[in-house]
């Protein structure tokens, strides 16, 4: 069975500041890892898709990286602002499989 | 603007009524899900369509009942709720079989069970 973590659960950091988001999965056999955004009430937000055979995708200020072998990927935002508030959730899709396995989130507060 | 539209957004309901919850999507894609938020958690997975016929329920009580009546519709309807089924129920969509692209989700709806 597919164990997505992500740590830690819960962060603030003052505007300005780079955010760093960790998520680690148990098995390695993934087609790609998904990041989402989630604001409060609200459904998710695609972020980045990084496919099994890739090492980073960037968007804007949103980087992400995975290293498949170790189970890890970690999504950078640089310079953060406020409105980056809200919980960041990673999912692992494996292989031969409709399902997402989901972390449980980062809650991150950004503070003007 | 997000590409899966659900509706309504916020439900309020019951415990005797029935109701049901919408979903659309215009992008082709033949892979539709449901699934339940409760607060503070992450989604988790209640069915899967596929070429319009289901293909994963993952035991879900049967007082959900989903229905996918063309490729681009989703429907959960709801019967005989619980306290405990309030939360945020979450649909999205995907191509099927092509693993490498994503799934697209909708905004939700709040379901309140009185």
């Known amino acids: 069975k597919q164990e997505v973590t992500q740590i830690p659960a819960a962060l603030s950091v003052p505007e300005g500041e780079n955010l760093v988001l960790n998520c680690s999965f148990t098995?390695?056999?993934?087609?790609?890892l998904q990041w989402f955004r989630q604001d409060p009430g609200k459904g998710l937000t695609s972020l980045l898709l990084?496919?099994?055979?890739?090492r980073e995708q960037t968007s804007g200020r949103l980087n992400a990286s995975l290293d498949k072998s170790s189970g890890r990927s970690t999504l950078y935002i640089a310079a953060s602002q406020p409105g980056d508030s809200a919980t960041y959730l990673c999912a692992v899709r494996r292989y031969g499989n409709n399902r997402l396995a989901f972390g449980k989130g980062n809650q991150v507060v950004v503070i003007p | 603007d997000t590409e899966v539209t659900q509706t309504p957004k916020h439900l309020v309901m019951g415990m005797t009524n029935k109701k049901s919850l919408k979903c659309e999507q215009h992008?082709?894609?033949?892979?539709m899900y449901w699934y339940k938020q409760k607060a503070k958690k992450p989604p988790e997975l209640m069915f899967v369509y596929s070429y319009e016929k289901l293909s994963i329920n993952e035991s879900v009580p049967s007082r959900f009942s989903p229905e996918c009546p063309n490729s681009s519709l989703l429907n959960l309807h709801l019967h005989a709720l619980q306290p405990e089924d309030s939360a945020l129920y979450l649909c999205?969509?995907?191509?099927?079989?092509?693993?490498?692209?994503?799934?697209?989700f909708g905004d939700g709806t709040r379901l309140s069970i009185l």
């Open positions: 999205a969509s995907s191509q099927v079989g092509e693993w490498y692209q994503p799934q697209h």
């Open positions: 990084i496919q099994s055979s890739q």
């Open positions: 992008m082709g894609h033949r892979a």
């Open positions: 098995d390695s056999a993934i087609y790609n």
